[in-house]
């Protein structure tokens, strides 16, 4: 069965400072591997995604991820945080083909940004 | 991307009670998603909504809790049955197109059960 760990609950940053969010994946197949924010009452916001070739991917808001199949891993970083990107940050993993979409989310993260 | 709608965005509903939460995409979208989001934790994929045709629930989900349908491409609904506390949650709808593209979430629906 296909599994997302987030190891870190919450994250605490500096305005300025840069971020990495952790997310483990366990799949069976090649994965495609999603980050999501969601923000205080809003629905899930998509950054980035990954299915294949290069393992740096760029997303919205300065967020990329790296790819790591030796590590199962798919991280998030920023090299400089906003106040804004204060949320909750969701790593996803789901399958390709007839059943892509189905996806299986990690407990998330919560980033709270200090001035 | 497609932009997803749902009906309502939050209600306060008593047990006993059924309670049904709309889903409209702007485009057409090859498959349809539910996903439930309990306080404080994370989504949990319901089940896929087949235009046409009965859902595909997940395991723990059942028919007769959830149902759902879903008439042509660009719509869908959830019915939450015989609402009980356990059942207070966020539920979105998500969809996405062919294979490879962005997979899009709605806003949610905030349901409390008392």
């Known amino acids: 069965a296909q599994s997302v760990t987030q190891p870190d609950i919450h994250i605490t940053v500096s305005e300025g400072a840069s971020l990495e969010l952790r997310c483990n994946y366990s799949?069976?197949?090649?994965?495609?591997l999603f980050w999501y924010v969601q923000s205080p009452g809003q629905g899930l916001q998509l950054l980035l995604k990954?299915?294949?070739?290069?393992?740096l991917v760029q997303g919205i808001k300065g967020f990329e991820a790296e790819f790591k199949r030796s590590q199962s891993s798919f991280n998030l970083r920023k090299p400089s945080v906003h106040w804004s990107d204060a949320a909750e940050y969701f790593c996803a993993v789901g399958p390709g083909g007839t059943s892509y979409g189905k996806l299986t989310f990690g407990q998330g993260t919560i980033l709270t940004v200090h001035p | 991307s497609a932009v997803i709608s749902q009906k309502p965005s939050r209600d306060i509903c008593q047990r006993g009670t059924s309670l049904t939460i709309q889903c409209q995409v702007d485009s057409q979208v090859t498959m349809m998603f539910w996903y439930r989001q309990q306080p404080g934790q994370s989504l949990t994929l319901i089940a896929t909504a087949n235009q046409g045709s009965e859902a595909t629930y997940e395991s723990g989900f059942v028919i007769d809790k959830f149902p759902i349908s879903r008439p042509n491409l660009t719509f869908s609904t959830l019915t939450v049955s015989n609402m009980s506390p356990e059942d207070s949650s966020i539920y979105l709808c998500?969809?996405?197109?062919?294979?490879?593209?962005?997979?899009?979430f709605g806003p949610g629906t905030r349901l409390t059960v008392l």
């Open positions: 990954y299915f294949s070739g290069d393992t």
């Open positions: 799949y069976g197949a090649t994965p495609y």
């Open positions: 998500s969809g996405r197109g062919a294979s490879g593209g962005s997979v899009v």
